[in-house]
């Protein structure tokens, strides 16, 4: 992506904010059909990100050049306060793609993550021949409280929400929230731990 040319103030808030526009409008494309192509999408939102990094550190650059504290219109000091602050844009390249795909990682992670549905007895071994199961559960097999097989079925949205707002039964409820707990957010800790320390690392360098 071009680095913007010497502007005006007036003239770079509003490239700044037609581009950031634009990019914005292709993140909510790529977010819209991550539930589907969960990999691909990944790469794609990525890239996107790294796009926007670079868009921001090209108008950082050229934002800085300004005394924009003392301009007097109110809309286009608030449009470079935004641009001369770099947020994970500040980052060395490497580490912002790995920011970047981190983020993704957790956000896709946590839209496809399944549990199963709660049963006061253990389904049958003939029920669970006949369940034509994704390829991704063909193996899958998870000691609960109530099932002695457990079949991830329930999303988060609308079946996991729906359960704990309607729910009356104490085990039911306690099962969906472990379940989910178990299922969407423990394999996200040690991705969450790397995903701190460089949202920290691009605080300091800010």
């Not at 790529?30 to 550190?57: G, M, N, T, Y």
């Not at 457990?150 to 472990?178: G, K, N, Y």
Request: hydrophobic content about 40%; proline content about 5%.
């Amino acid at each position: 992506m071009r680095a913007l040319g010497l502007l005006p103030e007036a003239s770079l808030a509003d490239q700044f904010h037609r581009h950031e526009t634009d990019i914005n409008h292709l993140f909510g494309v790529a977010l819209s059909k991550v539930a589907f192509l969960p990999f691909a999408i990944v790469l794609d939102k990525v890239s996107q990100q790294l796009q926007w990094a670079e868009f921001h550190r090209a108008s950082f650059e050229e934002g800085r050049q300004f005394a924009w504290r003392d301009f007097s219109e109110a809309a286009v000091r608030r449009m470079f306060s935004f641009i001369t602050e770099l947020g994970r844009a500040a980052l060395p390249p490497q580490d912002l793609e790995e920011y970047s795909e981190l983020l993704q990682r957790m956000k896709t992670h946590y839209s496809t993550a399944r549990v199963c549905r709660y049963e006061p007895e253990p389904a049958s071994s003939s029920e669970l021949q006949n369940l034509e199961l994704p390829e991704d559960f063909q193996d899958y097999d998870l000691e609960t409280e109530a099932n002695k097989t457990c079949l991830p079925t329930l999303d988060l949205e609308p079946d996991v929400t729906r359960i704990m707002a309607t729910s009356r039964s104490s085990r039911e409820l306690r099962h969906a929230w472990r379940a989910w707990r178990d299922a969407a957010g423990a394999p996200l800790r040690p991705l969450y731990q790397r995903f701190v320390q460089l949202a920290n690392a691009a605080a300091t360098l800010n």
